[in-house]
Antibody, heavy 117, light 108 residues
Framework: QLQLQESGPGLVKPSETLSLTCTVSGASISASNYYWGWVRQPPGKGLEWIGSLYFSGSTHYNSSLKSRVSISVDASKNNFSLKMTSMTAADTATYYC?????????WGRGALVTVSS | EIVMTQSPATLSVSPGEGVTLSCRASHNVYRNLAWYQQKPGQPPRVLIYDAANRAAGVPARFSGSGSGTDFTLTISGLQSEDFAVYYCQQYDDWPPWTFGQGTRVEIK
């Protein structure tokens, strides 16, 4: 059974860089036909796609975040990571890692990240 | 970018009743649309893909319909566990993959 698990700090200071990792179990991240990526949800608000990475390494990012975001994969560890620079209070959200097959068919439980000094 | 608009924002429904949620796309997305259910403190869960196909394990009381720009999710005979927020998402024209703002189904 495929499972995704986010890990990383729950608190980030303004202007600092967020680093989150998603560990995948139950399937190989190198499997074809899937994107792996991140979706976030500010408290009490809706869902925002951040970016996704294909097994071959190609990436797509939300244009509103593109200058601040990078997603990378470590196939040897079967995980992938999100880095988001210049964090502000507006980036406070639950960050979900996801598997994407056109639709988001599998989600991690989410990691709440608060941006505060 | 394709903008997804859901209506209404909130629906107040009694258990046992049926309900229809709407999702409109700013451009034709054919049948490339999914619906998700999200309960408090949980990640979203896909209910419907390709506009009308139920995902594995989804009860038959959930049904999706529509194509092009107008879509509906119907829940017949609401049960207590169905009170949640529902999102639609298009995957016809990407990136970006875009979601609607959600419809909350609450107990009347």
């Amino acid at each position: 059974q495929l499972q995704l698990q986010e890990s990383g700090p729950g608190l980030v200071k303004p202007s600092e860089t967020l680093s989150l990792t998603c560990t995948v179990s139950g399937a190989s991240i190198s499997a074809s036909n899937y994107y792996w990526g991140w979706v976030r949800q500010p408290p009490g608000k809706g869902l925002e796609w951040i970016g996704s990475l294909y097994f071959s390494g190609s990436t797509h990012y939300n244009s509103s975040l593109k200058s601040r975001v990078s997603i990378s994969v470590d196939a040897s560890k079967n995980n992938f990571s999100l880095k988001m620079t210049s964090m502000t209070a507006a980036d406070t959200a639950t960050y979900y890692c996801t598997r994407l097959y056109s639709w988001f068919d599998t989600w991690g439980r989410g990691a709440l990240v608060t941006v505060s000094s | 970018e394709i903008v997804m608009t859901q209506s209404p924002a909130t629906l107040s429904v009694s258990p046992g009743e049926g309900v229809t949620l709407s999702c409109r796309a700013s451009h034709n997305v054919y049948r490339n649309l999914a619906w998700y259910q999200q309960k408090p403190g949980q990640p979203p869960r896909v209910l419907i893909y390709d506009a009308a196909n139920r995902a594995a394990g989804v009860p038959a009381r959930f049904s999706g319909s529509g194509s092009g720009t107008d879509f509906t999710l119907t829940i017949s005979g609401l049960q207590s566990e169905d009170f949640a927020v529902y999102y639609c998402q298009q995957y016809d024209d990407w990136p970006p993959w875009t979601f609607g703002q959600g419809t909350r189904v609450e107990i009347k």
